[in-house]
């Protein structure tokens, strides 16, 4: 079974897939999402829920 990466809120308990950019899954960095492969979207928000930044789950 493939293990998806989520954004989980530890608030309520709702889950979201991590975005998709470039055809690849972003990854977390120093409280960022982060595409690796272009300049142009790099660093994102992590997405909020209940009022904080959700948690990102492997």
Avoid: F, H, T, W
């Avoid at 991590?18 to 492969?37: A, G």
């Amino acid at each position: 079974m493939i293990k998806i990466p989520e954004l989980v809120c530890n608030v309520c308990g709702a889950r979201k897939e991590v975005p998709i950019c470039c055809n690849k899954s972003m990854m977390v960095k120093d409280d960022y999402l982060l595409c690796c492969c272009s300049d142009e979207c790099a660093y994102q928000p992590i997405p909020e829920c209940c009022g904080q930044s959700m948690e990102y789950y492997e």
